[in-house]
């Protein structure tokens, strides 16, 4: 197994829906410690690691947090009410394995069924197997996050699972830092929290570290899938990553496009141009950061995004660290 995709594997399988990192970030800072000079984190919940160098001072930034669902009540009969944390399809939730934050089993259903089509937040209940409001308390209490239980699916050289996003970054940037070397630039790897709530952590990191150029790592919508329109495609699966032209949080700095590109090209892997209409990442606040900093986005082409099964290619995650690698080595 290639170290990008064991990386992945073991991130997958830490559940961290926004606002609770931890355990995300004590993986991370454990992987990742032998390759930086300095780990530090913030009181939003950014995980800093730091690799020391006399030259620009570049912030990668990665979510550690992932959609999910956090309760809001508990019935009588022993079912917890929900409210999403993040953008959920609620749609696809009926009938989804669950695991909470104590470590308990759930499902999740909804309201008059599945099948009339009217799935909402309000009409979302998980069941934990309790039958009264206090024997559910002694596993689940108002507050508690709940996310989708980790299933992994080797579709050939695709992966598919909840939470690629961000995961996928994440490892994109633990094996970036190792694959580095001795290096000019100063590069701040940041795991950022919050990204699915708002873009919560990247802009105060940015404020704090002041940084000269900055690069989210992130998935986007890799809609070539059935009735996929021919020609306005986002991005295709095993295109080689994605550098991103804009979205609704940033227009890229042609500068940070423009090394990203020569960076694809030194590192001989392939890369397309992405124009997603919806959505932001990390590089929507750090752009914005104090007096504006050029920033980018590199882009892990994923299908099913924010469903259960998000789906990517090994191959343009193994792209994506080559061409960091190369862009930080340039920079
Ligand atoms: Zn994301």
């Known amino acids: 197994m290639s170290a990008v995709k064991q990386t992945l594997t073991e991130l997958l399988r830490i559940p961290g829906p926004s606002g609770f990192e931890g355990a995300c970030a004590a993986y991370i800072q454990e992987k990742i410690a032998p390759y930086v000079d300095e780990i530090k984190s913030d009181a939003l919940g950014n995980l800093i690691c730091v690799k020391k160098g006399k030259g620009k001072r570049v912030m990668l930034a990665a979510h550690s947090d992932e959609i999910g669902l956090i309760v809001t009540g508990i019935e009588g009969s022993g079912f917890l009410r929900v409210a999403p944390i993040g953008g959920l399809h609620f749609e696809l939730l009926p009938g989804r394995h669950v695991r909470l934050k104590s470590g308990c089993a759930g499902v999740v259903f909804s309201e008059g069924g599945h099948a009339d089509g009217k799935v909402s937040a309000q009409r979302l209940f998980i069941d934990i197997g309790a039958s009264t409001k206090a024997e559910a308390e002694k596993k689940a209490n108002v507050g508690d996050w709940a996310v989708i239980e980790a299933q992994i699916s080797e579709l050939g050289a695709r992966l598919s699972a909840p939470y690629m996003d961000d995961r996928a970054g994440c490892a994109v940037l633990i094996e970036t830092m190792k694959a580095l070397g001795a290096i000019d630039a100063e590069v701040y790897a940041v795991f950022t929290s919050q990204e699915e709530v708002g873009l919560r952590g990247a802009g105060p990191a940015a404020y704090a570290l002041e940084p000269d150029l900055g690069i989210a790592v992130d998935v986007t919508i890799a809609d070539d899938v059935p009735r996929a329109k021919e020609g306005v495609c986002v991005s295709r699966l095993g295109g080689g990553a994605a550098i991103k032209v804009m979205d609704r949080g940033i227009i ?10 020569e960076a694809a090209d030194e590192a001989g892997v392939p890369y397309q141009l992405e124009v997603l209409t919806a959505g ?15 920033s980018g986005t590199l882009s892990i ?10 789906t990517i290619d090994l191959n343009d995650l193994e792209g994506a660290v080559k061409l960091l690698t190369a862009l930080l080595r340039k920079a």
């Open 301 to 310: 082409p994923c299908r099913y995004v924010h469903s259960p099964a998000e």
């Open 280 to 294: 932001a990442t990390d590089a929507g606040a750090i752009h914005t950061s104090r007096g504006g900093v050029p």
């Open 252 to 261: 890229a700095h042609p500068q940070v496009k423009r090394l990203m590109e």
